[in-house]
Structure formats: C-alpha cells, structure tokens
C-alpha cells in the first residue's frame, strides 16, 4: 500500500520535520512515542529507527544495520537530529556520557515506571524489541523503567494486554 521509501524521500522528510531551536537543534516533529526521553521515530526500509541515528546514517555515514555504534548528543536534547550536534561512540562511551548527564539510574521505582506505561506504551516497547533489537536496559531507560521491569514487560509477565 506504501511505495518504498527512498533516502532522498527520508531525508526530505526530515528536514521538513524539524523545528530549529535558538541553539540550533533540529527538534523532530513527527513521531516522538518514546516517553521519557522523547526520541523521535520513523520507519525507514521497513523497520521502526530513532530519528538521530537515521540523521547519522544520511549526513555521517552511520550503517543502519550496525547495532555497536550508539549515536550521542553533544546537546543533550533527544529529540534533536542536528547532524553537527551528533557524534559516535562505543557502550562504554554511551555509559560515560549518560553518567555525566546524570542518567546513570533511572530516577523512579519501578511501580511508579509501571503505573505510568499504558497498553499502547507496553506494545511500542515490545515491537522496539522485536523490530529494532532495543535491548531491556535501553527499553528501560528510553520508557523510564527500570531494566528489571523492562524485562518483565518484554516477556510479558508485567503486563497482560486486555484481550
Ligand atoms: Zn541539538
């Protein structure tokens, strides 16, 4: 029903979904589902990628397929895809910065992570899982729950969906 996507449509698409803030970040303005943290989504090629790293994959030559790489803000704006406010670096890197911004832990228990996830909000998480390979710790973390009860919610032990 959809014709294919080319990257000269994707790139289009989101340089006319952008909203360019006074420090110059490029802020989505298309799908944000992700809860906490507001990271912008968009199909591309048949599965669901943050916006920032298919900004990296057009203007810095990030592979899609390549799961190693985390893709980090120099501004610490999520939602931003600005290609210059962008850079690489290992798990090890992601940690690091995510401790210097003061994300080491997520800042609620888990029942108050739990109470604030809806059915919509549990399936975009499985469907992360399973179309992007998110793991639990990053699931956790992007939905404000703990690894602990993202695992939960992946097996489906948390949360039962109404039939
Ligand atoms: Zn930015």
């Known amino acids: ?37 507001n990271y912008g989504f968009q199909r591309f090629a048949g599965r669901a990628h943050h916006v920032h790293r298919l900004a990296a994959f057009l203007w810095k030559g990030l592979s899609l397929s390549d799961s190693e790489t985390h893709v980090l803000h120099r501004c610490d704006n999520p939602p931003c895809f600005n290609p210059d406010h962008l850079f690489f670096g290992d798990n090890a890197a992601n940690a690091a910065d995510r401790d210097a911004k003061g994300r080491g832990n997520p800042p609620k228990g888990e029942e108050h992570g739990r109470s604030k996830l809806d ?17 639990g710790k990053d699931l956790g973390r992007i939905f404000g729950v703990t690894q602990a009860m993202a695992a939960r919610l992946l097996k489906g032990t948390a949360w039962r969906n109404p039939r």
Request: hydrophobic share 35%; glycine share 4%; proline share 0%.
């Open 1 to 37: 029903m959809s014709k294919k996507r080319t990257r000269e449509d994707l790139e289009a698409l989101l340089l006319s979904s952008r909203r360019i803030t006074e420090r110059g970040c490029w802020e989505f303005t298309g799908n944000r589902k992700a809860h906490k943290f």
């Open 119 to 135: 059915a919509e909000a549990v399936e975009e998480m499985r469907r992360l899982h399973r179309e992007m390979a998110i793991t």
